[in-house]
């Protein structure tokens, strides 16, 4: 584990992106949770998924993803098909990684395959000045009992 590792993890980072995210949204004030809503969803039985960042004005959850697994890729779509409302997007490391060694896929592509809204490395400013997204703010309310 490299320097950068351990300090991620001594304040709750996961990952360098991770970090380097929360590191952005805080230098630009903008209002975020990090790991706080919890999101059930079934497969066989029920589990839950725990989305990184939560952009508290306008209801969008951010997912930061350096390798994007099949079982990532699986939960991401039934968390979507269960939870529709819910405005769920992601920043990868490196979009144009493809999903597996034969495949042709990129991240990327399965995101737009998929619904997803994605980015590459930051949050786009864009995605900070959105206006709310009501459905989703009240879906959040409701999955963390407010």
Known sequence: MDKQ??????YGWRSGLEKKIGDELAAQRVRFSFEEVKIEYD???TRTYTPDFFLLDNGILVESKGRFISADRKKHKLVKQ????????FVF????????????????MWCESNGFIWAEKSIP?????EKPNVNSLRAIQKLMGR
């Open 5 to 10: 590792q351990a300090a991620s993890l001594k």
């Open 82 to 89: 269960q939870h529709p409302d819910l405005e769920i997007r």
């Open 93 to 108: 490391s490196r979009a144009k990684d493809r999903i597996g060694k034969k495949s042709k896929t990129t991240y990327a």
């Open 125 to 129: 400013a864009a995605w900070l000045k």
């Open 43 to 45: 497969v066989e039985e």
